[in-house]
């Protein structure tokens, strides 16, 4: 088992310097240089231009930029912003705990609903459950974000005036970023009612970001459910004599749940693309829209090491996906 | 769908849960600042989160107009020859006092010499902060223009230029112009936390900031000591919502009382509204397509002007700003401006025309042309698609074949600064009312050398004209100077002159005091809930 969590850790050395590499050279390959962007139709004087981008250490060879960057890497310095001028790591950990929140929030909603679905509408195969949880589930992945979030907010917040239209909490409540996730810091304010106002905030988005997930882990947990119940073990457990929910939730259901956890795994990525429209409509101040303004500004410092350190959380979550899958299914430990 | 109904009766119940608290003034606002530095900045958003709420400049321009009145400077003269201007600068007016600055003096002179000479003099410690350098101030040319800034006492400082230039009051009523406290600056240098300067702002403005969380909200606080009077909200907060339409839900539930920026094909819905207003107002703005003089055949007059007769102008605004929200432009810079006239009128349109034109130009049987145009909308170009297929229409009926190039903002800025385009897509926002902000930087000949004159189009006549009325301080000449160039500007048409656009606000009717601004700045300094 050690040596195959060494070989896949292995695995993880070329993919970091391919992100790194990538990153670098994409942002790059984008024309038009953060002087000239900021400038936009106004004059750039080639003087001052050079200058600036001297300042900046744009003016280097490109493979001298690379090394220093790795350089700065090794030493832990992802520099700092090339607009604000903040440093990139203060300004990812200002914003990343709200995608965080906003992700975790989307996973459990998707992940107990669409458990429980999947179940249902396996047990209940072809019948009008089932049919309806498949075509809601095709409808929910086909379903565009940004229409699918506005439709809710209509509904919801204009219509009924459930839920608020956006923001993480009401202005009215002035909370000490302390840890950065909302419902961690509106519990230890003091400020009566802050925590049932975020968490009335989290609710929609986390239904928009959820949904595709929702889809996916519902027809995942479905046929995997189907296979599984279709084992001879089941039927020797159902012979036992045992009890239905025990021949669903422990015999089936947690076989049929490694290909779903696969999903849960690859899901992390979808939910982090899918926080920057999520966070767009809701105005959910994470890193999604912070990495498409930094990509408009040409901030080099914060794309490069921005999706660097989302590329590294999810290099880590398939890792530790695939280091669970090996502890769960022996024959994979094997084949790699 | 147990979650679904948890959530829901969570939410319910906590509908009811709102605390009282006192009545801050909530403002929708697009877009996060780039920070509150605005000496480094040039967007808008930035400008309205700083030099608007956290700054004063020596003049200002008067509420909804592009008049300039005393600011930190009581009064002003101007030398004969317009090379001298001394500013008598205000007395009593107090910096901010905040949890990381508390100020020992007040506002003085040696405030105002920093602010210019950091972005200035080269050697400045403070000079190398700002690593993109001073936007406005370099392309406005300042460091040529200004020869010499002298404090003669500490309440009185004389600007010396190089040339005489008209506009220059104008200038200094923009935000990059921002007095910022010399004081503070010191005691970062000190404490080597330069940087604060753009995190922690301390000025003389209206509202004293207090937090900022990115992406999500600022909070300002009105200002107890403000020498114009303190403010009447006493809290005032962005709250960062980028979606136009989600801006408009907000102030619909009631979660801000003003948004900016509403698209115009919302503001007839908006209308609707019995609890919402909405203000209107013709902004500084041009949209035009500048035609590349540079390039054969375009650098034959007749051909530019086929091109203008071949366009449905009226069509064009209707489709891509839709009606009322935009008036059709017939010169470079709209009507409530210094200089413009109304006897010119817009080209007709008039294909047959243009057909004759082009066939006395030797192009019976047409040419190939390229449109460059951008991807994603803004102000002065709403719908950029959409308005090259109707160009690209307008001229195949006349016989010109167009191919529509879209390309990424930056890029095409680079590439239609090196010329590269027959035609391009273009705007200006207009920076501080003065006719001048619109001709040099667009259509004088040294812009066609720097690039930003996208129709490099060089008239010496012209240029000489509006060369003369920069330096001439007689609102009346200068008018007459702008006339004779407009006309000129007409007749050789480098530009497909498109829209002034109207910009609108959306507020909540219990919102009291709030004006527009022609330059599209947002001041709250008087704005309050009823």
């Known amino acids: 088992?050690?040596?195959?969590?060494?070989?896949?850790?292995?695995?993880?050395?070329?993919?970091?310097?391919?992100?790194?590499?990538?990153?670098?050279?994409?942002?790059?390959?984008?024309?038009?240089?953060?002087?000239?962007?900021?400038?936009?139709?106004?004059?750039?004087?080639?003087?001052?231009?050079?200058?600036?981008?001297?300042?900046?250490?744009?003016?280097?060879?490109?493979?001298?930029?690379?090394?220093?960057?790795?350089?700065?890497?090794?030493?832990?310095?992802?520099?700092?912003?090339?607009?604000?001028?903040?440093?990139?790591?203060?300004?990812?950990?200002?914003?990343?705990?709200?995608?965080?929140?906003?992700?975790?929030?989307?996973?459990?909603?998707?992940?107990?609903?669409?458990?429980?679905?999947?179940?249902?509408?396996?047990?209940?195969?072809?019948?009008?459950?089932?049919?309806?949880?498949?075509?809601?589930?095709?409808?929910?992945?086909?379903?565009?974000?940004?229409?699918?979030?506005?439709?809710?907010?209509?509904?919801?917040s204009v219509s009924l005036g459930w839920t608020p239209v956006s923001g993480r909490i009401d202005l009215l409540y002035d909370v000490e970023p302390v840890t950065g996730f909302m419902l961690i810091d509106t519990l230890l304010g003091d400020e009566e009612g802050a925590f049932l106002d975020a968490l009335r905030h989290l609710i929609l988005p986390a239904i928009v970001l959820g949904t595709i997930p929702l889809a996916v882990i519902a027809r995942m947990t479905r046929s995997a459910m189907l296979e599984v119940l279709r084992e001879d073990y089941v039927r020797t457990a159902k012979a036992k004599g045992l009890s239905p929910s025990r021949v669903v939730f422990i015999h089936g259901l947690r076989n049929a749940l490694i290909p779903v956890l696969t999903v849960f795994g690859l899901q992390v990525g979808t939910l982090l693309a899918g926080a920057v429209l999520t966070e767009t409509i809701f105005s959910w101040p994470g890193i999604g829209k912070w990495l498409i303004e930094s990509i408009g500004a040409r901030d080099y410092p914060v794309v490069q090491n921005g999706i660097l350190l989302i590329a590294c959380l999810v290099i880590l979550v398939n890792f530790a996906v695939d280091v669970f899958y090996g502890l769960a299914n022996p024959r994979i430990r094997h084949q790699s | 769908m147990p979650f679904f109904r948890?959530?829901?009766?969570?939410?319910?119940?906590?509908?009811?849960?709102?605390?009282?608290?006192?009545?801050?003034?909530?403002?929708?606002?697009?877009?996060?600042?780039?920070?509150?530095?605005?000496?480094?900045?040039?967007?808008?958003?930035?400008?309205?989160?700083?030099?608007?709420?956290?700054?004063?400049?020596?003049?200002?321009?008067?509420?909804?107009t592009t008049q300039v009145e005393p600011g930190l400077a009581e009064r002003w003269e101007i030398s004969p020859d317009g090379l001298?201007?001394?500013?008598?600068?205000?007395?009593?007016?107090?910096?901010?006092?905040?949890?990381?600055?508390?100020?020992?003096?007040?506002?003085?002179?040696?405030?105002?010499?920093?602010?210019?000479?950091?972005?200035?003099?080269?050697k400045h410690p403070w000079h190398d902060q700002a690593a993109r350098g001073f936007p406005f101030f370099e392309s406005m040319e300042f460091g040529s223009l200004i020869g010499n800034i002298e404090k003669l006492d500490p309440y009185t400082v004389r600007f010396t230029l190089t040339k005489p230039q008209a506009p220059f009051l104008a200038d200094l009523a923009m935000g990059f112009t921002s007095i910022y406290s010399a004081e503070y600056a010191d005691a970062l240098l000190k404490a080597d936390t330069l940087d604060k300067l753009n995190s922690q702002p301390v000025g003389t403005g209206p509202f004293v900031f207090q937090r900022y969380a990115k992406d999500a909200q600022i909070r300002f606080k009105a200002n107890p000591d403000y020498w114009d009077g303190v403010p009447p909200s006493e809290k005032l907060l962005f709250s960062i919502t980028p979606d136009s339409n989600v801006?408009?839900?907000?102030?619909?539930?009631?979660?801000?009382?003003?948004?900016?920026?509403?698209?115009p094909f919302d503001v007839p819905g908006l209308r609707k509204d019995d609890k919402l207003a909405v203000l209107e107002m013709d902004s500084l703005l041009t949209s035009y397509v500048g035609i590349n003089a540079a390039h054969p055949p375009l650098d034959d007059v007749r051909v530019r002007q086929a091109i203008n007769l071949a366009v449905d102008g009226k069509a064009y605004i209707d489709a891509v700003f839709g009606p009322?929200?935009?008036?059709?432009?017939?010169?470079?810079?709209?009507?409530?401006?210094?200089?413009?006239?109304?006897?010119?009128?817009?080209?007709?349109?008039?294909?047959?025309?243009?057909?004759?034109?082009?066939?006395?130009?030797?192009?019976?049987?047409?040419?190939?042309l390229t449109i460059f145009t951008r991807p994603g909308g803004g102000p002065t170009n709403p719908n950029p698609a959409l308005g090259a297929q109707m160009l690209q229409a307008d001229l195949k009926a006349v016989g010109i074949e167009a191919e529509i190039r879209v390309i990424e903002w930056g890029e095409m800025i680079k590439r239609a600064k090196a010329g590269e385009h027959d035609l391009v897509f273009m705007g200006w926002a207009g920076d501080n009312g003065d006719p001048d902000n619109f001709l040099s930087p667009n259509l004088s000949c040294a812009a066609v050398t720097s690039g930003e004159n996208y129709s490099?189009?060089?008239?010496?006549?012209?240029?000489?004209?509006?060369?003369?009325?920069?330096?001439?301080?007689?609102?009346?000449?200068?008018?007459?100077?702008?006339?004779?160039?407009?006309?000129?500007?007409?007749?050789?048409?480098?530009?497909?002159p498109q829209a002034h656009p109207r910009q609108f606000t959306a507020l909540s009717k219990d919102v009291d005091g709030f004006v527009q601004s022609p330059l599209g700045s947002n001041n709250f300094a008087k704005t309050k809930r009823k």
């Open chain 1, 1 to 156: 088992m050690l040596s195959f969590i060494v070989r896949r850790f292995g695995l993880l050395i070329p993919t970091f310097f391919g992100v790194t590499l990538l990153t670098f050279a994409l942002i790059r390959l984008i024309p038009g240089d953060p002087v000239e962007v900021m400038m936009g139709e106004r004059r750039v004087d080639p003087q001052m231009h050079a200058a600036a981008m001297h300042r900046l250490g744009l003016d280097k060879p490109l493979p001298q930029q690379y090394l220093d960057y790795i350089g700065k890497l090794a030493k832990g310095d992802l520099g700092e912003s090339l607009r604000t001028r903040e440093s990139v790591w203060h300004e990812f950990l200002t914003l990343f705990p709200a995608t965080l929140e906003l992700a975790i929030a989307a996973l459990l909603f998707a992940g107990t609903l669409g458990l429980l679905a999947g179940v249902i509408a396996a047990l209940k195969r072809g019948s009008l459950f089932d049919h309806g949880v498949m075509g809601l589930s095709l409808a929910g992945y086909s379903m565009p974000i940004f229409w699918w979030g506005l439709i809710l907010i209509m509904f919801f």
């Open chain 2, 6 to 64: 948890n959530a829901l009766s969570i939410a319910l119940l906590a509908a009811g849960a709102c605390v009282a608290q006192a009545k801050p003034l909530v403002v929708c606002t697009e877009a996060s600042p780039d920070g509150f530095d605005i000496a480094q900045y040039t967007t808008a958003v930035t400008a309205d989160a700083s030099a608007e709420t956290l700054y004063d400049r020596l003049v200002r321009f008067t509420r909804g």
């Open chain 2, 84 to 122: 001298t201007y001394t500013f008598f600068l205000r007395k009593g007016v107090k910096f901010h006092t905040t949890e990381y600055f508390k100020p020992t003096r007040e506002f003085n002179a040696d405030d105002v010499l920093w602010s210019f000479e950091r972005q200035r003099d080269a």
């Open chain 2, 247 to 263: 801006r408009l839900q907000q102030l619909r539930a009631g979660a801000c009382q003003i948004a900016l920026y509403p698209r």
């Open chain 2, 324 to 368: 009322d929200a935009a008036t059709q432009a017939v010169n470079p810079y709209p009507s409530t401006m210094l200089g413009y006239d109304d006897s010119i009128t817009p080209w007709p349109h008039d294909p047959e025309r243009a057909k004759k034109l082009l066939e006395e130009a030797g192009h019976k049987d047409g040419f190939k």
């Open chain 2, 456 to 496: 490099r189009w060089c008239d010496k006549a012209f240029d000489s004209l509006i060369t003369q009325a920069r330096e001439n301080n007689d609102p009346e000449q200068r008018a007459a100077l702008y006339r004779k160039s407009l006309a000129i500007f007409h007749e050789q048409a480098p530009w497909i």
